[in-house]
């Protein structure tokens, strides 16, 4: 494979056709907007179409950040990060808040992220009515006329079932009061920070050759009944037993030691950050 062939692997013309693709999903919230994904050197449902919107958006000012599942340093983060690197020679970070672009599959950072940012998130599934409708051309038809019981009653039968919605990711959204959507299979958790946020939000599914959008300052709503009203996982009375987080999305973990259930901040640069800073203000104290 030869790098040095051009900015940003993408030959200009895919890279203004996956432009224009963007400009029309920012146009319609929500909406799945058709486009020509190209062969990239991962293989596809690793991450194709959110490298393709970074690749076509990036520039050399930008900084990067890519985390999978919340991790900077996994093998899937690490070698887009390093595809990117060589390709466009920009800055990499795994600070949230030094970043302005940030390639992500699974989670929403837990930092709030600003309107000079843009996220990008890889998805597997971008159909929300693919578990209630096999065929394409069907559920087009269903989205063109807004025609959502079919979603409405897969959540009804986990409710019947199990007595709540029983989704644990991607959980489907109401973009802009219009459109069901995918979020990409982001913890219910990450839900909410989907709503109104100041960053433009772009879902890239490489395999299945779909892009939509959220641009900012857009409602979204998680689907949900008056009496059965949408819920995220619930971390009340848990820590992170590294940084003493609270109020984040967190894994359990096995305490070696105890073999006692544990709790552990699920975006390691938060948790990091956090870390330095505690260490940081121990520092200064210890010079007082």
């Known amino acids: 494979m030869r790098l040095d062939t051009q900015f940003a692997f993408l030959d200009e013309?895919?890279?203004?056709?996956?432009?224009?693709?963007?400009?029309?999903?920012?146009?319609?919230?929500?909406?799945?907007?058709?486009?020509?994904?190209?062969?990239m050197p991962i293989a596809r449902g690793w991450g194709t179409?959110?490298?393709?919107?970074?690749?076509?958006?990036?520039?050399?000012?930008?900084?990067?950040?890519?985390?999978?599942?919340?991790?900077?340093?996994?093998?899937?983060?690490?070698?887009?990060?390093?595809?990117?690197k060589d390709t466009t020679g920009v800055k990499l970070t795994e600070s949230t808040k030094d970043s302005t672009l940030i390639q992500s599959r699974h989670r929403v950072p837990e930092m709030p992220l600003t309107k000079d940012q843009i996220l990008i998130l890889q998805v597997p599934m971008p159909e929300a009515l693919r578990s209630v409708e096999a065929r394409e051309y069907v559920t087009k038809r269903l989205h063109a006329d807004e025609e959502y019981s079919g979603a409405w009653l897969m959540l009804f039968e986990q409710i019947m079932k199990y007595g709540s919605t029983a989704t644990d990711a991607d959980h489907p959204v109401v973009v802009n009061n219009r459109y069901i959507t995918a979020p990409s299979p982001i913890p219910r958790f990450d839900n909410p920070k989907?709503?109104?946020?100041?960053?433009?939000?772009?879902?890239?599914?490489?395999?299945?050759?779909?892009?939509?959008?959220?641009?900012?300052?857009?409602?979204?709503?998680?689907?949900?009944?008056?009496?059965?009203?949408?819920?995220?996982?619930?971390?009340?009375?848990?820590?992170?037993?590294?940084?003493?987080?609270?109020?984040?999305?967190?894994?359990?973990?096995?305490?070696?030691?105890?073999?006692?259930?544990?709790?552990?901040?699920?975006?390691?640069?938060?948790?990091l950050e956090r870390l330095n800073k505690k260490e940081n203000v121990e520092v200064e104290k210890s010079y007082v």
């Open 49 to 84: 179409g959110g490298l393709q919107i970074t690749l076509s958006l990036i520039g050399r000012p930008d900084v990067l950040k890519v985390i999978d599942q919340g991790a900077d340093e996994s093998v899937n983060a690490v070698s887009i990060k390093k595809l990117v």
């Open 194 to 271: 989907l709503h109104q946020s100041e960053a433009l939000i772009l879902l890239g599914a490489g395999r299945e050759k779909k892009i939509y959008a959220i641009p900012p300052y857009t409602n979204v709503e998680s689907l949900a009944f008056e009496d059965y009203p949408f819920q995220v996982e619930d971390f009340e009375g848990k820590y992170c037993h590294l940084c003493g987080s609270t109020g984040v999305f967190m894994d359990e973990i096995i305490d070696p030691v105890t073999n006692e259930p544990i709790y552990q901040c699920n975006d390691t640069s938060y948790c």
């Open 13 to 39: 013309g895919s890279k203004k056709e996956i432009r224009r693709t963007i400009l029309k999903a920012v146009a319609i919230p929500g909406y799945q907007v058709p486009f020509a994904s190209r062969e």
